[in-house]
């Protein structure tokens, strides 16, 4: 079994598995209702890790842009000019490198089938749970996971062939 070290999202782990025994199942007896919470929560579990997993990996590429915390409010321009000052070992050529990159992985977004697209922004950038995402885009959750599942793979595979490594 897996670990969620964060205490939060551990409660909002099993805030989202009681939500879901409630909602699917309010007409099981009350003693099948531990095994199927203990399923609904390996699940959900299981579905955050995953979630987790995908994320990072796809967020690391633009966290190296910007490496302080900033301030919603803060102009991007100013915030690429305190960059540059605060690491000034950075070169024309890795900022070239940094700008290529992220090109490469907005054409990867941009070239997906629209619904794989919606699904893996609504997944992965909005952090949107397989429920939520399912409701916004008008489809079962089933679909969502397909979506999604397809997404990570054909960016995968493009990103791999144009030798970019995440």
Partial sequence: ?????????ALDIVQDAMLKLTERYPDRPAEELPMLFQRI???????FFRRLKVRNAWTRPFSSFFTKETDEDQDVMEMLESLQEDHPGNTPETDLAQQQTLGEIEA??????ARQREAFLLR????LDVAETAAAMGCSEGSVKTHCSRAVHALSSTLKARGIKL
């Avoid at 929560?41 to 579905?47: E, G, K, P």
């Avoid at 992965?124 to 952090?127: F, N, S, T």
């Fill in 41 to 47: 929560l390996q699940n959900t579990i299981h579905d």
């Fill in 124 to 127: 992965y950038w909005e952090e």
């Fill in 108 to 113: 990867a977004l941009e070239n997906l089938p």
């Fill in 1 to 9: 079994m897996y670990g969620v070290r964060d205490e939060s999202a």
